[in-house]
């Protein structure tokens, strides 16, 4: 079974501007979890999908948004980017493995913004 | 409020010995579950093992196993017999298991692996 995909790899911004990464769950998986990650911050929830509605939010500004879609893909969108939104971006699907519920991280985005 | 405490910003090992990778963690919640992951430098996050707080058995995954002291609020991860590759950011985190996936992750410890 494919893992969790996400892309792009890596980003380059300027402030100002507008972001948008992708991330494909493990095969019907219907919950994907968004986390960035900083030196300072460690690793922060951003927000929960579960088929195609928003069901946990961390505490970030509205410039931070997401969406499902109805084969669970989900993309997260950052407006108006600030240097401090450089960061590792990392989306997690979760599996049912021998009675146990765990989750399951892609490789990452890193964006960077100048 | 949710907390997890990693003491330990990095910890050295010989290759083939064992060590212990610390957590602890805060949760009223009497239904969690408590994860450990791997970072390498490449920055993806590699599941390694998984405990449920109403598990009686602790945790194994091959040279991984966790040694979860409900009473104390622990769950350390120990890595057996110890390579090179092993070295890496460890993270402990933990989900109260109430419908959310929301992982809430300490700050990590890296273990330097030495030949």
């Known amino acids: 079974k494919a893992g969790v995909t996400q892309t792009p790899r890596y980003l380059i911004k300027t402030r100002g501007q507008q972001v948008t990464l992708s991330c494909s769950p493990i095969s019907g998986h219907r919950s994907v979890s968004w986390y960035q990650q900083t030196p300072g911050q460690g690793l922060q929830f951003l927000f929960e999908y579960f088929s195609e509605t928003q069901r946990n939010k961390g505490n970030f500004p509205g410039r931070f948004s997401g969406r499902q879609f109805s084969n669970s893909r989900s993309e997260m969108n950052v407006s108006t980017l600030e240097l401090g939104d450089s960061a590792l971006y990392l989306c997690?699907?979760?599996?049912?493995?021998?009675?146990?519920?765990?989750?399951?991280f892609g490789p990452g985005t890193r964006l960077l913004v100048l | 409020a949710q907390k997890i405490t990693q003491t330990q910003p990095g910890m050295f090992v010989q290759e083939k010995e064992a060590v212990t990778l610390d957590c602890t963690y805060d949760?009223?919640?009497?239904?969690?579950?408590l994860f450990w992951y791997k970072q390498p430098s490449s920055g993806e996050m590699i599941f390694l093992i998984y405990q449920g707080s109403y598990d009686q058995q602790n945790a194994t995954e091959g040279r991984y196993s966790l040694n979860f002291q409900k009473a104390r609020k622990s769950a350390n991860l120990v890595i057996s017999a110890s390579q090179l590759g092993d070295s890496a950011m460890y993270f402990c985190a933990m989900r109260e298991e109430g419908g959310s996936e929301k992982l809430v992750f300490g700050k990590g410890t890296k273990l330097t692996v030495n030949p």
């Open positions: 997690a699907s979760s599996l049912v493995s021998r009675g146990k519920k765990t989750q399951y």
């Open positions: 949760t009223s919640d009497p239904s969690y579950g």
